[in-house]
Nanobody, 121 residues
Framework: QVQLVESGGGLVQPGGSLRLSCLAS????????MGWYRQAPGKERELVAR???????NYADSVKGRFTISRDNAKNTVYLQMNSLKPEDTAVYYC???????????????WGQGTQVTVSS
């Protein structure tokens, strides 16, 4: 049973930074693709960033240049460093676990419980 536990959310002022962490258990973490998605009130869940087992990353256009996804396979943890935060980044952020298949793309199957990020003055 794969379990994903997010942490690091909170309240931050516009222009500030936060680092989210997601600890994975019950899977062969180093072989998995990992991702961060977010869902704001009244909106659909959307991609924030993804990383393959080999470290290839991709980002939503709205966060490029501000957010960085990374992974530490020794700690079974994926991170999301968020800089220059904006009020529109306010959402519940979810960690997800799956695989990347060349020609098919990412397939995610497990999700964490989410962590709230609020950007407000």
């Amino acid at each position: 049973q794969v379990q994903l536990v997010e942490s690091g959310g909170g309240l931050v002022q516009p222009g500030g930074s936060l680092r989210l962490s997601c600890l994975a258990s019950g899977s062969r973490f180093s072989l998995n693709a990992m991702g961060w998605y977010r869902q704001a009130p009244g909106k659909e869940r959307e991609l924030v960033a993804r990383i393959t087992s080999g470290g290839t990353t991709n980002y939503a256009d709205s966060v490029k240049g501000r957010f960085t996804i990374s992974r530490d396979n020794a700690k079974n943890t994926v991170y999301l460093q968020m800089n220059s935060l904006k009020p529109e980044d306010t959402a519940v952020y979810y960690c997800t676990n799956g695989n990347y298949y060349p020609g098919q793309g990412y397939v995610f199957g497990y999700w964490g419980q989410g962590t709230q990020v609020t950007v407000s003055s």
